[in-house]
């Protein structure tokens, strides 16, 4: 008997030795977060999902849009996280979003998610148009400090601005098409011809033009508030200033990708993104949450006091539905000062 029991012991040891492993799940994320913002982010939901592996492709807005919209047929990612809500739109459009309802939905402000009941789309923060300017740099050329975009387009500051192209970046777009709903078309399209004669370069990243300031290749970068707060948190010489007029801006938002095969998982991390561990986190770089009463925030240091006032007051569903018409105007206008890609 007691042999018998000893055999069935190790009979059932050697099956689960001889067992394949379970396999962890693992998400395809798709990204246009910051890279130093990512590591930073996801540490809460590492702590709460140990078993889900997590693979990011981090590009910028435009590129990512672009490249699940050629993905359509045969979709890669699971989901999308920090990406601009006006591109999101465009894949709403296109049949490629799942709609989903994260757990928390309830604390999203209306106007920082998709409208449905069961939303496309939901937003994690706010990020707009700032100047990162070189204040080392302005002094040697002995120019003074933009406070406004009137400001950007005086003779004094040409060749010495470098902006985001809007084609591949979210802060370029949001920029462009905050100036266009702000001013007008007529007179946005101006406006950005003035400003086109101070250009140095177009960039395809929108934190490009800033760490070109903090570098001192030139003294101005249009680009987005966080990435001047954060270099002159580390030490660089520039300050951020938010244009008088008001600041262009859009949401970093999440969605689920439609496809064959939906992780579950994915859903846990859509629910993860909108938490309060998250957006204490979002918190610490950008002054607006998509959320309500998130507890534990503070007032990042170099924002104005009152952030939403900053934002001008644009409609979200204009730019993704003026988006490509936009686009195709400002290439046709401007794409000669492009840096290649």
Request: charged share 25%; hydrophobic share 40%.
């Amino acid at each position: 008997m007691l042999a018998t029991v000893r055999s069935l012991a190790l009979l059932m040891f050697l099956v689960l030795a001889l067992a394949p492993a379970a396999k962890s799940a693992e998400l395809l994320v798709y990204t246009a977060l910051e890279d130093d913002q990512i590591p930073v982010y996801i540490k809460s939901f590492k702590e709460k999902y140990p078993d889900i592996q997590l693979k990011f492709v981090r590009d910028s807005t435009g590129v990512v849009i672009a490249k699940l919209l050629a993905e359509k047929d045969n979709p890669q990612a699971d989901l999308v996280w920090g990406t601009a809500a006006t591109g999101l739109i465009l894949l709403e459009e296109a049949g490629l979003l799942e709609p989903y309802a994260p757990k928390g939905l309830e604390r999203i402000t209306p106007r920082f998610r998709d409208s449905k009941p069961v939303p496309s789309w939901v937003a994690n923060d706010i990020f707009e148009t700032g100047f990162c300017v070189n204040e080392m740099e302005l002094q040697a050329k002995k120019l003074p400090t933009p406070k406004s975009y009137q400001d950007l387009i005086k003779p004094e500051y040409k060749g010495q601005i470098v902006m985001p192209n809007p084609a591949s970046s979210g802060t370029g777009y949001l920029t462009v098409a905050g100036l266009i709903f702000l001013l007008g078309e007529e007179k946005g399209w101006a406006y950005l011809d003035k400003l086109h004669d101070n250009i140095a370069m177009y960039t395809h990243s929108g934190s490009k033009p800033c760490k070109m300031a903090g570098t001192g290749e030139i003294p101005i970068g249009i680009t987005f508030g966080y990435r001047g707060i954060m270099q002159k948190r580390k030490g660089e010489p520039v300050t951020t200033v938010f244009p008088a007029e008001g600041s262009g801006w859009d949401c970093e938002a999440n969605a689920l990708i439609k496809k064959a095969a939906m992780k579950p998982e994915a859903k846990l991390f859509l629910d993860w993104a909108i938490s309060d561990p998250a957006m204490q986190e979002y918190a610490k770089s950008y002054p607006i949450l998509a959320a309500k009463d998130v507890p534990g925030l503070k007032l990042p240091e170099g924002y104005p006091a009152d952030p939403l006032k900053q934002l001008i007051n644009l409609e979200m569903s204009w730019a993704a539905k003026n988006r490509a018409r936009i686009l195709a105007e400002w290439e046709k206008r401007y794409a000669t000062k492009s840096e290649a890609k």
